[in-house]
C-alpha cells in the first residue's frame, strides 16, 4: 500500500467514536440513530461444514468513514437484481432454495462481477488462512489439540489474530479493531463457538498482561443475511477455498473460480490479498516447534485453561 493511503488510514482513525463505529458496523443504514469509529474486520468461516476439506477463515478490513457508502451500493445492488442477500456457493451452483435458482448464467456473472467490484473498491485489505481438516486431525493432537483448539477452524483464527495485529502496527493505527464473525449457532454450534470465543478471551488475556486492556473485547457474531460486509466477504472466502484446493489437492478451478480468483489476487498490484494455505509440512514444522518445552504459547494456553475450564454440558433431566 503507498505511504499516502497508509498515511489517510491513520488519519481516519480519529473521525468517529469507538461506540459510533460499532453501532455503525452492525446497524448499517440505521447508523446515523447512533455514534460511530473506525475499522471493523469481518470474518467469514468458510469450511466448517463437515462435508468441506478445508477449514478457511478470511478476514475483511472495512473502515467505518466507507462503510455508509458500502452499504449503500449494496443494498442498490441487491433490489436492482431482486435478491434479498447474497451467499457466494448458492449463487454459483444456482441452489434451487435460493433467490439464484432460476437466474441464467448471464446475470449470474454479471451480479459476482459486481460482487467483486464493490469489494476491491471499499475494503482496505484481505487476509485468508487456510489450513486441510485431514492434515490437522493427523498432526495436531493429544494436549496441543485441547490447548489450541478441537476444529481447524479456530486454528486458523487464532493465526488470523496475529497477522491483523501486524496489520494494525504496519499502519500506526493504536485503536483495536471491531470483530464481526459470522453467525455461529449457541445451539448447534456451541463448541465451535465457544473455541472462538476462548481464542478472543485468551488473546485478551495476554494483552491485559501488557496494559493494553480492551483490544480484543469488542467482538460479536452476527447473521450475515443482516450484514451486507460479511456477504461480500463470503464472496472472497469462496474463492480462497476454491483456490486452497488447486493449490493443495491439485483440483482444477472452475472458470467462475478462476475469474474470481484473478480479479481478487491481482487488484492493487497483487498487495490487497494476502492468501495462505498452510502446506502439511509446514503445520508439522509447527507442531513440532510447540511440543518443544518452554514454547510460551504452549504454556500460556496451558494456565489460561487451568484457570478458565471448558464448562461441562448440562444434564437434561429425566421426566417422570
Given at each position: 500500500m503507498e505511504d499516502k493511503e497508509r498515511r489517510n488510514i491513520g488519519a481516519s482513525a480519529g473521525v468517529y467514536s469507538r461506540l459510533k463505529h460499532y453501532l455503525l458496523s452492525v446497524r448499517g443504514a440505521q447508523w446515523r440513530k447512533a455514534n460511530l469509529a473506525m475499522f471493523t474486520v469481518y470474518i467469514d468461516d468458510s469450511g466448517t461444514d463437515p462435508n468441506q476439506k478445508a477449514a478457511v477463515a478470511t478476514a475483511a478490513i472495512l473502515p467505518a468513514a466507507r462503510l455508509v457508502a458500502f452499504d449503500r451500493e449494496w443494498r442498490n445492488l441487491c433490489e436492482k437484481e431482486g435478491f434479498p442477500d447474497f451467499h457466494m456457493s448458492a449463487c454459483v451452483w444456482h441452489n434451487e432454495k435460493s433467490a439464484f435458482a432460476n437466474w441464467d448464467e448471464t446475470k449470474m456473472k454479471k451480479v459476482i462481477q459486481r460482487v467483486r467490484q464493490i469489494g476491491r473498491k471499499y475494503f482496505l485489505n484481505i487476509a485468508s488462512l487456510t489450513v486441510f481438516k485431514a492434515d490437522y486431525d493427523e498432526l495436531v493432537v493429544g494436549e496441543l489439540r485441547e490447548l489450541t483448539g478441537k476444529y481447524p477452524?479456530?486454528?486458523?483464527i487464532r493465526n488470523m489474530i496475529g497477522l491483523l495485529d501486524k496489520w494494525l502496527v504496519f499502519h500506526k493505527v493504536a485503536e483495536p479493531f471491531e470483530y464481526i464473525f459470522d453467525w455461529m449457532d449457541p445451539q448447534t454450534q456451541k463448541e465451535e463457538r465457544y473455541e472462538v470465543e476462548t481464542v478472543m478471551?485468551?488473546?485478551?488475556?495476554?494483552?491485559?498482561?501488557?496494559?493494553?486492556?480492551?483490544?480484543?473485547?469488542?467482538?460479536?457474531?452476527?447473521?450475515?443475511?443482516?450484514?451486507?460486509?460479511?456477504?461480500?466477504?463470503?464472496?472472497?472466502?469462496?474463492?480462497?477455498?476454491?483456490?486452497?484446493?488447486?493449490?493443495?489437492?491439485?483440483?482444477?478451478?472452475?472458470?467462475?473460480?478462476?475469474?474470481?480468483?484473478?480479479?481478487?489476487?491481482?487488484?492493487?498490484?497483487?498487495?490487497?490479498?494476502?492468501?495462505?494455505?498452510?502446506?502439511?509440512?509446514q503445520l508439522a514444522g509447527w507442531v513440532e516447534r510447540e511440543k518443544q518445552e518452554g514454547q510460551p504459547d504452549f504454556e500460556r494456553f496451558r494456565a489460561w485453561l487451568e484457570q478458565h475450564p471448558k464448562p461441562k454440558p448440562k444434564r437434561k433431566k429425566r421426566g417422570r
Amino acid at each position: 500500500m503507498e505511504d499516502k493511503e497508509r498515511r489517510n488510514i491513520g488519519a481516519s482513525a480519529g473521525v468517529y467514536s469507538r461506540l459510533k463505529h460499532y453501532l455503525l458496523s452492525v446497524r448499517g443504514a440505521q447508523w446515523r440513530k447512533a455514534n460511530l469509529a473506525m475499522f471493523t474486520v469481518y470474518i467469514d468461516d468458510s469450511g466448517t461444514d463437515p462435508n468441506q476439506k478445508a477449514a478457511v477463515a478470511t478476514a475483511a478490513i472495512l473502515p467505518a468513514a466507507r462503510l455508509v457508502a458500502f452499504d449503500r451500493e449494496w443494498r442498490n445492488l441487491c433490489e436492482k437484481e431482486g435478491f434479498p442477500d447474497f451467499h457466494m456457493s448458492a449463487c454459483v451452483w444456482h441452489n434451487e432454495k435460493s433467490a439464484f435458482a432460476n437466474w441464467d448464467e448471464t446475470k449470474m456473472k454479471k451480479v459476482i462481477q459486481r460482487v467483486r467490484q464493490i469489494g476491491r473498491k471499499y475494503f482496505l485489505n484481505i487476509a485468508s488462512l487456510t489450513v486441510f481438516k485431514a492434515d490437522y486431525d493427523e498432526l495436531v493432537v493429544g494436549e496441543l489439540r485441547e490447548l489450541t483448539g478441537k476444529y481447524p477452524f479456530t486454528w486458523a483464527i487464532r493465526n488470523m489474530i496475529g497477522l491483523l495485529d501486524k496489520w494494525l502496527v504496519f499502519h500506526k493505527v493504536a485503536e483495536p479493531f471491531e470483530y464481526i464473525f459470522d453467525w455461529m449457532d449457541p445451539q448447534t454450534q456451541k463448541e465451535e463457538r465457544y473455541e472462538v470465543e476462548t481464542v478472543m478471551a485468551q488473546a485478551e488475556h495476554v494483552a491485559v498482561q501488557a496494559g493494553k486492556e480492551g483490544k480484543y473485547k469488542n467482538y460479536t457474531f452476527k447473521d450475515r443475511k443482516q450484514i451486507p460486509a460479511l456477504q461480500c466477504t463470503d464472496a472472497i472466502a469462496w474463492t480462497c477455498y476454491q483456490h486452497s484446493l488447486l493449490s493443495h489437492a491439485s483440483i482444477p478451478l472452475t472458470p467462475m473460480a478462476q475469474t474470481c480468483w484473478d480479479d481478487y489476487y491481482t487488484h492493487r498490484n497483487k498487495t490487497w490479498l494476502y492468501a495462505a494455505t498452510m502446506t502439511k509440512e509446514q503445520l508439522a514444522g509447527w507442531v513440532e516447534r510447540e511440543k518443544q518445552e518452554g514454547q510460551p504459547d504452549f504454556e500460556r494456553f496451558r494456565a489460561w485453561l487451568e484457570q478458565h475450564p471448558k464448562p461441562k454440558p448440562k444434564r437434561k433431566k429425566r421426566g417422570r
